[in-house]
């Protein structure tokens, strides 16, 4: 491990306890174990064959730990070129791991035709302002039906929220709130 590099560690399934660094990248906040944890206990009655997409997929955390948990496939998307780098490496600890990284700004990867996803996670970059335009661009497509989207923000971030997305759970820490929406349309 390089100096200035951290560790998380996969919460369950397969993988349960193995590690993954995570790198010293300027804005880069993996989310923590304790709040993946409880998302991931939110998740469990859905988890299994479901289709993934993290959008901004810095550590990678969240795509690693579906797939654990027996999702069919995740796909990790990260815009910056370092931190894709450092998720291929990772990917070598995990063969045939059916995770696929893609190089590429959320927003761009959003305006190609769509493929439904299972399973959404929304957890952008803070005070860029990437939420609404993503979450615009999500209703073109990209949502199966009942699809589940879990969004994490600033404490006191606002965004807008689509009339079929139903709340199923919230949580709030000291610097973040995180939400899990139900897509009832479909």
């Known amino acids: 491990m390089k100096s200035g590099e951290g560790k998380i560690r996969i919460i369950g399934g397969l993988w349960r306890g193995r590690k993954l660094v995570v790198p010293d990248v300027v804005g880069l906040r993996p989310t923590p174990d304790r709040l993946r944890e409880t998302l991931f206990n939110w998740l469990m009655p859905y988890i299994d064959g479901a ?48 995770i696929k990284i893609i190089h590429q700004n959320a927003l761009s ?6 493929t439904p996803f299972d399973l959404i996670f929304l957890d952008p970059p803070f005070h860029k302002n990437l939420l609404n335009p993503t979450i615009d661009l999500l209703q073109k497509g990209w949502l199966a039906p009942r699809a589940l989207i879990y ?33 009832s349309e479909g």
Do not use: M
């Open 109 to 114: 990867f959003l305006n190609q035709t769509p």
């Open 51 to 98: 289709t993934c997409l993290d959008l901004f997929a810095g550590s990678g955390a969240l795509g690693f730990e579906t797939i654990s948990r027996g999702a069919q496939h995740s796909v990790l998307i990260e815009e910056n070129y370092l931190i894709v780098q450092h998720l291929q490496q990772q990917l070598q600890s995990f063969p045939n791991a059916p």
């Open 151 to 183: 969004v994490e923000i600033e404490k006191n971030g606002l965004f807008n929220i689509p009339n079929h997305w139903e709340l199923l759970r919230q949580q709030q820490s000291r610097q973040t709130q995180s939400f899990l929406f139900f897509n």
